[in-house]
């Protein structure tokens, strides 16, 4: 279940409280899923629907991730310093 007091993501911190607003844990749920591999309660795969209920949420917690600043995000700190810019999240781009 998740917890509110115990979250330092400022994204999943928003998700949760959405959640807790709306009773809705469809996000949440799928976020999980996709980050642990293990299927949402009630379904028996990760898939296609499992990545559309949660693309919202995703990709703000990897523009998150992308801009942190306390070096969980190497590779994307690298070339925002060299000038680079965060454009876009590709989600689910392998469509195959």
């Known amino acids: 279940e998740p917890n509110a007091d115990q979250c330092s993501s400022e994204a999943l911190l928003h998700i949760i409280q959405e959640q807790e607003k709306t009773g809705d844990?469809?996000?949440?749920?799928?976020?999980?899923?996709i980050?642990?591999?293990?299927?949402?309660?009630?379904?028996?795969?990760?898939?296609?629907?499992?990545?559309?209920?949660?693309?919202?949420?995703w990709e703000?917690?990897?523009?998150?991730?992308?801009m942190t600043q306390d070096g969980l995000a190497q590779e994307a700190a690298l070339y925002r310093m060299c000038g680079?810019?965060?454009?876009?999240?590709?989600?689910?781009?392998?469509?195959?």
């Open 25 to 33: 844990s469809t996000t949440y749920e799928a976020i999980k899923a």
């Open 60 to 66: 703000t917690l990897a523009t998150e991730y992308a």
């Open 84 to 96: 680079g810019e965060l454009t876009n999240v590709e989600h689910l781009a392998d469509r195959s």
């Open 35 to 57: 980050a642990t591999g293990i299927p949402r309660p009630g379904h028996s795969v990760v898939g296609v629907g499992t990545f559309r209920d949660g693309q919202k949420g």
